[in-house]
């Protein structure tokens, strides 16, 4: 059984998956990185280490699940994005595994961008791979990116994409994760601040701030800030912050499929795992796709998968 693995040493988590491309199952294993609290992420350096120390716990921990005899290809994820200077000293850790395992095993290495590991993952998660072959909009919405993306086959990257729209400030994660620790949450705040928003009555009609099909979101900082001095609830910052975020990227997702035509809508990143904001674009856009919440946040799914896409040329 050809199996695939593949590694991912982003900014807040090191993950290890194995693709299994007969049944098109996979095995993963992923630790955050232990920020302090209080804080908002890590050094670059802190970073590096904690990658260091967690890595082959993963890689044992899915080894521990399902031992692979074969292994047809390691990937890694190397750079932020697929552009010109997009460098973290983070994925040195995940790109250098790979290297070594090919030297040792015999098997292919490849290497690709976190984004594009996202949105592979995505595109899994939803049963849509065929994409692939085909253009369609990707949403990668996380702690370090808000970016509307349009989607081409291309033989060397497998994907190509070409930035239609990206926040022009604070990004979306960032946000929410500001907003979580002024309420006193736990970095990274995503999963908490759904749940106090959830506890809110309140529906806001958010005015976002759009620039073509690029947005602002220093401005929803600001007013939770505004509204936490003024003594609205908890729940209630929560409501906001969220709902402003979720107006954008449908206002980013209009604004797209106008300039491309009706392309397919994928969401991806940490961001789109949050129930309230996918409600909110379904109920406008009823065929967008998302991954599940497991496969939203950063994870080595996607990366494995490249390896395999790469190696069958399918």
Not at 230 to 244: V, W
């Amino acid at each position: 059984m050809p199996d695939f693995l593949g590694i991912d040493t982003s900014n807040y988590t090191t993950s290890a998956a194995i693709f299994r491309s007969d049944e098109g199952s996979i095995v993963q294993a992923r630790r955050l990185l232990p920020v302090k609290e209080g804080e908002l992420g890590m050094r670059q350096s802190d970073a590096v280490f904690h990658h260091t120390k967690q890595l082959p716990d993963m890689v044992e921990q899915i080894c521990g699940e399902y031992r692979s005899e074969a292994l047809a290809a390691v990937t890694a994820s190397a750079r932020p994005r697929n552009m010109e200077g997009s460098y973290m000293p983070c994925f040195l850790c995940g790109e250098g595994f790979a290297r070594s395992l090919g030297a040792v095993t015999g098997a292919p290495v490849y290497t690709t961008s976190h984004q594009i590991g996202h949105i592979l993952a995505a595109l899994y998660s939803a049963g849509r791979l065929d994409l692939v072959k085909e253009r369609f909009i990707a949403f990668h919405v996380s702690g370090g990116t808000t970016d509307c993306l349009l989607c081409e086959p291309d033989r060397d990257l497998l994907i190509k994409v070409t930035e239609l729209g990206s926040s022009l400030d604070l990004k979306a994660g960032q946000a929410v994760d500001r907003v979580g620790l002024m309420l006193g949450l736990r970095f990274p705040c995503g999963r908490e601040l759904e749940r106090l928003a959830e506890k809110s009555g309140r529906h806001f009609k958010a005015r976002p701030v759009l620039k073509e099909g690029s947005c602002c979101l220093s401005g929803v900082e600001n007013k939770c800030r505004s509204m936490l001095d003024k003594g609205e609830s908890p729940e209630d910052i929560a409501a906001y912050c969220l709902d402003f975020i979720a107006e954008t990227i449908t206002e980013m997702t209009g604004w797209a499929l106008e300039k491309c035509g009706g392309l397919p809508l994928i969401y991806a990143g940490g961001v789109m795992s949050d129930q309230l904001i996918r409600q909110r674009i379904i109920s406008r856009f009823p065929n967008a796709k998302f991954a599940t919440p497991e496969l939203s946040c950063d994870n080595a799914v996607g990366t494995a998968i490249f390896g395999y896409l790469m190696q069958s040329g399918e």
